[in-house]
């Protein structure tokens, strides 16, 4: 087992691990897509989720020709590798993700990289005796509030953070924190962390256009991505960053850096250097 670095890297699912929104992919492949977006205005997303795996179901859709669909799901080739070398330089990986346990589960199994995250964060997924997924929220609203207006109703990131910094914490440990996300919920634990740790959203999406609006508002040093070739490369360099020049770290974390730079972005690759997008079989 690689030795602990105290480094904590925690990644979104939907659009950050894989490529695409595994809901709607199931959704889509399965073919109900016009109900879906039929029901989508009429009720919170996760919801409308549950209510479409009890439609699956109730048309004779089994669990097996949904983890089917999700073993195709598709995910950028360098993803896989930017995990284990993550894994093998000591980091801890944990996922908060808005999608349910049997999609993240199912994904992550098939794909042989389960091992490598210490804690799945996310909605309730489980299989009844007739056969079906119910998808439950993961902070149960119809009980009480999770008390932050940012954030839908069955999930709030941010306080899932708050949750693993105040381990840490309690631990004695001093723990840095990678953050990877794309989507409007990404938005809340990124102004939970602190100076010392790092914001990696994915550029041009609903998460990097938030923190772009006041970048001054994130603690966090924050560095974009675009995609599985860059995430890999970038996630790398603040490792080694972290691990190898703590100084350097210690410099571009202050306040001064962040002020005069916001987001930094990623360096512009040749075409010809680039990965292609593929499907994981």
């Known amino acids: 087992m690689a030795n602990k670095n105290n480094i904590v890297i925690v990644f979104d699912f939907d659009k950050t691990i894989i490529d695409v929104d595994s809901d709607n992919w199931v959704v889509d492949e399965l073919g109900f897509t ?19 795996m009890k439609e699956l179901h109730d048309h004779g ?12 799901i598709p995910i950028h080739p ?24 049997l999609f993240i589960e199912t994904v992550l199994e098939h794909l042989g990289i389960r091992e490598y ?11 009844d005796e007739q056969g079906r997924l119910i998808v439950s929220p993961y902070h149960d609203f119809t009980k009480s509030s999770h008390g932050c207006s940012r954030c839908p109703p069955n999930m709030c990131k941010g306080l899932i953070i708050e949750r693993i910094q105040a381990s840490f914490t309690k631990e004695g440990n001093k723990m840095k924190m990678i953050y990877l996300g794309d989507g409007a919920g990404d ?8 100076a ?9 999406f609903p998460v990097w256009d938030m923190i772009s609006q006041n970048p001054t508002l994130v603690k966090a040093t924050v560095r974009d991505w675009t995609d599985g070739e860059a995430m890999e490369r970038i996630l790398m360099g603040i490792i080694n960053e972290i691990i190898l020049s703590p100084e350097e770290e210690k410099m571009l974390s202050s306040d001064h850096c962040k002020i005069s730079v916001g987001i930094v972005h990623e360096p512009l690759v040749p075409l010809a250097l680039q990965v292609p997008l593929s499907l994981v079989k």
Request: glycine share 2%.
């Open 61 to 72: 859709k089994t669990i097996e020709e949904i983890k089917q669909v999700l073993r195709r």
């Open 196 to 204: 010392e740790d790092y914001m990696m959203p994915r550029k041009n």
């Open 187 to 194: 938005y809340c634990p990124s102004l939970r962390l602190r």
């Open 78 to 101: 360098r993803v896989i590798p930017a995990i284990k070398s993550a894994h093998a330089l000591g980091c801890e990986l944990r996922i908060v993700s808005d999608a349910n346990t």
């Open 34 to 52: 016009d109900l879906f977006d039929q029901l989508l205005p009429t009720m919170p997303f996760n919801s409308l989720m549950a209510r479409m």
């Open 117 to 127: 995250f210490s804690e799945i964060n996310t909605n309730p997924g489980l299989v």
